[in-house]
């Protein structure tokens, strides 16, 4: 029987971003990560910039800006034939203006690298969390299953749930939990881009199809919606050749490559999900990012909020761990710390549901058709506090967190 101080599940950005926050701390942690790479296609690629305010603080926003990556600094959409500028970031404070794209796994092969550096840091891929381990009422560490079949027990004086929205240890734990409704579904799919393309992110808002084009360099990186559980009735009765041709109806641009997706199998489903923990934590387990709160796609704020309360739950709790005295008023002080952030963002996400999503889908939303902005975006575009909040929000968010000192370090040159 194996044994850390702390165990953590999952090896996604709230993962790797605690672990190495603890091991810079000096805590004993240990990360299982059930696949044998970070290789993941439509995993969330934004960094927002909060997340890239960490980066420096860590020492690690010079090799971060090395990573392939585009930066958006703009939202356009298409209305009267051209692209029409929605939104900046050029106004939001701090050095970063900009929302980065950046794979996934190269961000987690960044982090994974500068954990790694850390002795008391251990990173274990092809290890799969099975169940939890129970000692009078408390979670006392984790059972595992190795891609080769070998089985295992790590105790521990904390476990953190990382492992996402279907999270294994959320589930063990019975831990209750409120959902909504979400009216949508997601479709995503990469198409090449061309030199000739504009830049950033390009929402489409036709008839009978939302859509958003995200810059990739060579590549956008697109997610349309469709309504919620459509997915298996749609695929039967339509060809995949549908989605590409409705885009094209309202970006013409996109007309030499209608042709693209020939095959289903290009289209991978999100099944999108709206809830969040009564209660993150029990004794001697916490639950974080999408464990604790499944985000909505809209504004692609789950990654960075997960990755926030990695940074909240490794400064109230490395000093408890170093003296092994973890409570579960500690892990209650995780929890009211993050809620704010965590409900309020959710709210916008139900409102922006019900006035734009729902709408679009059940085809009651048309703007390709329009030959200048409408009126509330014009007025909106004219007004400074209304046009600058929502690029706020989404690129800074409520109660940002910054790194603890005792994880910052000088540039990694």
Same mark, same amino acid.
């Given at each position: 029987?194996?044994?850390?101080?702390?165990?953590?599940?999952?090896?996604?950005?709230?993962?790797?971003?605690?672990?190495?926050?603890?091991?810079?701390?000096?805590?004993?942690?240990?990360?299982?990560?059930?696949?044998?790479?970070?290789?993941?296609?439509?995993?969330?690629?934004?960094?927002?910039?909060?997340?890239?305010?960490?980066?420096?603080?860590?020492?690690?926003?010079?090799?971060?800006?090395?990573?392939?990556?585009?930066?958006?600094?703009?939202?356009?959409?298409?209305?009267?034939?051209?692209?029409?500028?929605?939104?900046?970031?050029?106004?939001?404070?701090?050095?970063?203006?900009?929302?980065?794209?950046?794979?996934?796994?190269?961000?987690?092969?960044?982090?994974?690298?500068?954990?790694?550096?850390?002795?008391?840091?251990?990173?274990?891929?092809?290890?799969?969390?099975?169940?939890?381990?129970?000692?009078?009422?408390?979670?006392?560490?984790?059972?595992?299953?190795?891609?080769?079949?070998?089985?295992?027990?790590?105790?521990?004086?904390?476990?953190?749930?990382?492992?996402?929205?279907?999270?294994?240890?959320?589930?063990?734990?019975?831990?209750?939990?409120?959902?909504?409704?979400?009216?949508?579904?997601?479709?995503?799919?990469?198409?090449?881009?061309?030199?000739?393309?504009?830049?950033?992110?390009?929402?489409?808002?036709?008839?009978?199809?939302?859509?958003?084009?995200?810059?990739?360099?060579?590549?956008?990186?697109?997610?349309?919606?469709?309504?919620?559980?459509?997915?298996?009735?749609?695929?039967?009765?339509?060809?995949?050749?549908?989605?590409?041709?409705?885009?094209?109806?309202?970006?013409?641009?996109?007309?030499?490559?209608?042709?693209?997706?020939?095959?289903?199998?290009?289209?991978?489903?999100?099944?999108?999900?709206?809830?969040?923990?009564?209660?993150?934590?029990?004794?001697?387990?916490?639950?974080?990012?999408?464990?604790?709160?499944?985000?909505?796609?809209?504004?692609?704020?789950?990654?960075?909020?997960?990755?926030?309360?990695?940074?909240?739950?490794?400064?109230?709790?490395?000093?408890?761990? =170093? !003296?092994?005295?973890?409570? *579960?008023?500690?892990?209650? +002080?995780?929890? /009211? &710390?993050?809620? #704010?952030?965590?409900? %309020?963002?959710?709210?916008?996400?139900?409102?922006?549901?019900?006035?734009?999503?729902?709408?679009?889908?059940?085809?009651?939303?048309? =703007? !390709?058709?329009?030959?200048? *902005?409408?009126?509330?975006? +014009?007025?909106? /575009? &004219?007004?400074? #506090?209304?046009?600058? %909040?929502?690029?706020?929000?989404?690129?800074?968010?409520?109660?940002?967190?910054?790194?603890?000192?005792?994880?910052?370090?000088?540039?990694?040159?």
């Amino acid at each position: 029987m194996e044994r850390t101080t702390c165990l953590v599940a999952g090896g996604g950005p709230a993962g790797m971003i605690l672990g190495l926050l603890l091991a810079r701390a000096g805590v004993e942690v240990t990360v299982l990560e059930k696949h044998g790479d970070f290789l993941r296609d439509f995993r969330g690629d934004t960094v927002h910039p909060t997340t890239l305010d960490l980066l420096d603080e860590l020492g690690l926003g010079e090799e971060f800006a090395k990573l392939p990556q585009r930066r958006m600094n703009s939202v356009q959409l298409p209305i009267g034939g051209a692209m029409v500028t929605a939104a900046s970031f050029g106004n939001i404070p701090g050095r970063h203006k900009y929302i980065a794209m950046v794979p996934q796994w190269d961000l987690l092969d960044l982090l994974a690298r500068a954990a790694d550096i850390e002795p008391t840091f251990r990173l274990r891929m092809n290890t799969e969390v099975t169940e939890l381990v129970r000692e009078a009422g408390r979670v006392v560490g984790v059972r595992y299953r190795t891609k080769d079949g070998a089985t295992g027990t790590i105790r521990a004086d904390l476990t953190v749930a990382c492992d996402g929205r279907g999270s294994i240890l959320r589930a063990a734990a019975g831990l209750g939990s409120h959902r909504w409704a979400t009216p949508f579904d997601v479709w995503w799919f990469r198409i090449p881009r061309h030199d000739t393309d504009p830049a950033g992110a390009v929402p489409v808002l036709t008839q009978n199809r939302f859509a958003i084009m995200l810059d990739r360099g060579d590549y956008w990186q697109c997610a349309t919606l469709l309504a919620k559980g459509g997915d298996p009735a749609l695929r039967q009765r339509q060809s995949v050749e549908v989605i590409m041709r409705s885009l094209a109806d309202a970006v013409p641009w996109l007309a030499d490559r209608t042709d693209v997706l020939r095959d289903w199998d290009q289209v991978q489903l999100l099944d999108v999900q709206l809830d969040r923990l009564d209660r993150w934590y029990a004794d001697g387990l916490l639950c974080l990012g999408d464990a604790a709160h499944a985000m909505s796609p809209v504004g692609g704020v789950g990654i960075n909020l997960a990755v926030q309360d990695a940074v909240a739950a490794a400064r109230i709790l490395a000093p408890k761990l =170093l !003296s092994r005295t973890v409570t *579960a008023a500690e892990l209650a +002080r995780v929890q /009211r &710390r993050r809620t #704010l952030p965590t409900v %309020l963002t959710q709210t916008v996400q139900r409102i922006i549901h019900a006035l734009l999503v729902g709408p679009a889908v059940e085809g009651r939303r048309n =703007l !390709s058709n329009a030959q200048r *902005a409408p009126l509330a975006l +014009r007025l909106f /575009r &004219r007004i400074p #506090l209304v046009r600058d %909040l929502p690029p706020l929000f989404v690129s800074r968010g409520v109660l940002p967190e910054h790194a603890p000192d005792f994880a910052r370090r000088p540039p990694v040159r």
